[in-house]
């Protein structure tokens, strides 16, 4: 070639390259996020002080009597009418003392996450009661195959960055038992981080002897906690509920960090204004902050504040809006405008199928959350048909989205190497195209995502392959996974003496 120039790389090379996998991740979890401010400085100012003063002059109704003396120890006051009021210094000082960061441990310690900051996690959440089956493409009733399934798909998802139980087994009646076969689908199936709900205060306990067990011997779990409780021991509007109290003195005294969630409905349970639902809302999931702060100061929790949608026409659940996204990354941003480890719902389409309703709900919402600056963004992965489905196909879809997302929030580095004026002026003087230059070839490797999922042939070759929707893909995906991935998280010892103990199905 003229000039004593080669020809750098040719069709196979470039194909071998794409098929290759990447040296490095071009966008791994934990990005930050907070560039999407939906409230801005004074509004900020202005929801806070309503959430102050609601707690202040109407305070908290129905108020556990253990919980009512440790509030009143700690400056809280009663009225005639058995409420209890919040002093803003009681609620500052709540703030205040709050733990900001922690660590979210994996039994695979290579799996912690650091929760705080502006550090971005997508994760799961929900208690499904139907499952999409893969063969027929219809709904049917959970069961607890399905929740050891979806653990096991979750489980080599590397964006799902903590798994909570994701579904309900439909077909365990008793209620201890059911909390107990959650937790041991969990231990079974995956060592990320994983999340679980109580249904009363006395299963917790118990559960700390399976958990212990697990984690190498009596006392164990409590040094190095691998599992969180979600919990929502406020009822909107503006009231306690007893056993979820309970669940959280028992939380605290195992040293279970918490998830305080607050899912107010805006028009039923919280005002129907954006604005009004936002300030109740944050008043409410201040009242289990300073609740946690009653017990024991510091203690873990993640300041949940999940503002959830009905649709006003006709009472439904919607998960999937617009008002979803604004009011969910506006929670994000109260949040960490208070300093304090934020969680939100997102990705919770309220489509049946694995469609483009799906696609369009579940992408707006997530990365509104995401962009807001979520720490924990819950509800991400795998939900479905307003929260009462999920899906084997949406876990590996949206396993894929939540890439995009982080590439996203991965914004642009802007250096001597990375603004290319040498590549630039190569070019231009030289072949006249990038292809193939070594400014490219590491680019490649850098600053793309190359999804394994969506489609990018042209349309002949994408119709010589069989004409695949995403769902198509999807569903083979998680059917290689369930074919292939059978983890044995639990040894033979420990798997026996938790079977000795408990009644695993």
């Known amino acids: 070639m003229a000039g004593g120039r080669t020809k750098r790389g040719g069709r196979k090379e470039r194909l071998a390259l794409r098929a290759a996998k990447p040296l490095v991740d071009p966008c791994p979890p934990g990005q930050s996020g907070g560039r999407y401010r939906p409230l801005e400085d004074e509004d900020l100012r202005q929801i806070y002080q309503t959430a102050l003063d609601l707690l202040a002059k109407l305070g908290m109704g129905e108020v556990p009597d253990r919980l009512k003396e440790d509030l009143l120890a700690a400056g809280a006051t009663e009225t005639d009418n058995d409420r209890l009021l919040f002093p803003e210094d009681l609620v500052r000082s709540a703030i205040d003392g709050a733990a900001k960061t922690f660590t979210f441990h994996g039994r695979d310690d290579s799996r912690s996450i650091v929760v705080g900051g502006d550090r971005v996690y997508f994760g799961t959440g929900g208690a499904a009661v139907q499952t999409l089956d893969m063969e027929s493409g219809l709904y049917r009733p959970s069961t607890l195959e399905d929740l050891h399934n979806f653990t096991r798909v979750q489980d080599v998802l590397q964006n799902v960055s903590w798994f909570t139980r994701c579904c309900v087994a439909t077909d365990v009646e008793d209620v201890f038992d059911l909390d107990v076969n959650t937790v041991y689908a969990l231990l079974k199936n995956t060592t990320k981080p994983v999340a679980t709900s109580f249904t009363l205060p006395e299963h917790v306990g118990p559960i700390v002897d399976m958990l212990d067990i697990a984690a190498g011997g009596p006392g164990a779990f409590a040094k190095r906690p691998f ?59 201040l009242a289990s902050l300073v609740m946690v702060h009653a017990i024991q100061p510091g203690f873990p929790m993640i300041f949940s504040n999940w503002p959830l949608v009905i649709d006003l026409r006709t009472g439904a659940f919607s998960g999937g809006g617009g008002e979803t996204a604004v009011l969910n990354a506006a929670s994000a941003q109260l949040t960490n405008w208070l300093g304090l480890p934020s969680g939100v719902a997102s990705s919770m389409t309220d489509a049946k199928a694995i469609d483009a309703q799906a696609g369009v709900e579940k992408g707006v919402t997530s990365l509104a959350a995401a962009l807001a600056g979520g720490n924990l963004i819950y509800e991400s992965s795998g939900m479905t048909a307003s929260l009462l489905g999920a899906s084997f196909e949406a876990f590996v879809l949206d396993d894929e989205m939540h890439s995009m997302t982080y590439r996203a929030l991965r914004g642009v580095e802007v250096s001597p190497e990375s603004l290319a004026f040498d590549a630039i002026c190569e070019a231009v003087l030289g072949e006249g195209h990038f292809l193939g230059g070594q400014n490219t070839y590491q680019a490649m490797e850098r600053d793309y995502f190359y999804p394994s999922l969506a489609d990018r042939d042209e349309p002949r070759t994408w119709a010589q392959n069989g004409a695949q929707d995403a769902w198509t893909r999807a569903r083979s995906r998680a059917a290689e996974i369930l074919a292939g991935h059978h983890p044995a998280y639990l040894t033979a010892e420990q798997d026996q003496r938790i079977r000795e103990k408990f009644k695993i199905f």
């Open 227 to 285: 599992l969180k409780a979600h919990i929502s021991p406020v009822i909107s509007p503006l009231r306690y509920g007893e056993d979820a109290v309970g669940v959280v003195y028992e939380c605290i005294r195992h040293n279970i960090p918490m998830s305080c969630i607050t899912a107010a409905q805006a028009g039923a349970t919280a005002p129907a204004t954006l604005a009004g639902f936002l300030a109740q809302s944050l008043a409410e999931t």
